[in-house]
T-cell receptor, first 114, second 115 residues
Framework: AQSVAQPEDQVNVAEGNPLTVKCTYS??????LFWYVQYPNRGLQFLLK??????LVKGSYGFEAEFNKSQTSFHLKKPSALVSDSALYFC????????????FGKGTRLSVIA | ETGVTQSPTHLIKTRGQQVTLRCSSQ?????VSWYQQALGQGPQFIFQ???????GRGNFPPRFSGLQFPNYSSELNVNALELDDSALYLC??????????????FGPGTRLTVL
């Protein structure tokens, strides 16, 4: 069965500093990995995905994520955090088979302090 | 191109009642998935529809059922509501083509409160 772990419930970072939100996963076969962001009382917004190819993927709003197969990790990063990045971030994984579901982590709340 | 829309935005029901939530997929998408997001939790997969047939289901009882229509819009029906059904219900659509599953795009959700 697929699973995702986001070990930090909350990450605090000063504006302008780099940020990292951690994610590890477990899946049979090659993973399809995703990051989504959720603002209060809103649905999820897609940030980026890894399917295959370069281990460093770039996404929306200056975010990027690094796929590490040996560590089964897919950490979200941004070189310089903005106050407007404060939100709830979800990592998700699905297996390569057609109808396997998208499994989400429990989320990490990012707080960027001015 | 319109995004994923859901209705209603909010809903209050009492235990034992039935509810229907609706979703319009993003233009060009042929697959819809439904998720339940309890307060403080990540979304939990309920089921997925592709070409009007359910082709994946999470760990939810049969009183959770759905439909996908020819225009790829969808409904989630929940019978015999329980207090624990109170949650944000999210619909997501995606394009499946050539066996390739693209990323899912989410609607704003329906907040269901069961009293």
């Amino acid at each position: 069965a697929q699973s995702v772990a986001q070990p930090e419930d909350q990450v605090n970072v000063a504006e302008g500093n780099p940020l990292t939100v951690k994610c590890t996963y477990s899946v049979s076969g090659n993973p399809y990995l995703f990051w989504y962001v959720q603002y209060p009382n809103r649905g999820l917004q897609f940030l980026l995905k890894y399917i295959t190819g370069d281990n460093l993927v770039k996404g929306s709003y200056g975010f990027e994520a690094e796929f590490n197969k040996s560590q089964t990790s897919f950490h979200l990063k941004k070189p310089s955090a903005l106050v407007s990045d404060s939100a709830l971030y979800f990592c998700a994984v699905r297996g390569p088979s057609g109808n396997t579901p998208l499994v989400f982590g429990k989320g990490t709340r990012l707080s960027v302090i001015a | 191109e319109t995004g994923v829309t859901q209705s209603p935005t909010h809903l209050i029901k009492t235990r034992g009642q039935q509810v229907t939530l609706r979703c319009s997929s993003q233009s060009g998408h042929n697959t819809v998935s439904w998720y339940q997001q309890a307060l403080g939790q990540g979304p939990q997969f309920i089921f997925q529809y592709y070409r009007e047939e359910e082709n994946g289901r999470g760990n939810f009882p049969p009183r959770f059922s759905g439909l996908q229509f020819p225009n790829y819009s969808s409904e989630l029906n929940v019978n015999a509501l329980e207090l624990d059904d109170s949650a944000l219900y999210l619909c997501a659509s995606s394009l499946v083509a050539g066996g390739y599953y693209n990323e899912q795009f989410f609607g704003p959700g329906t907040r269901l409160t069961v009293l």
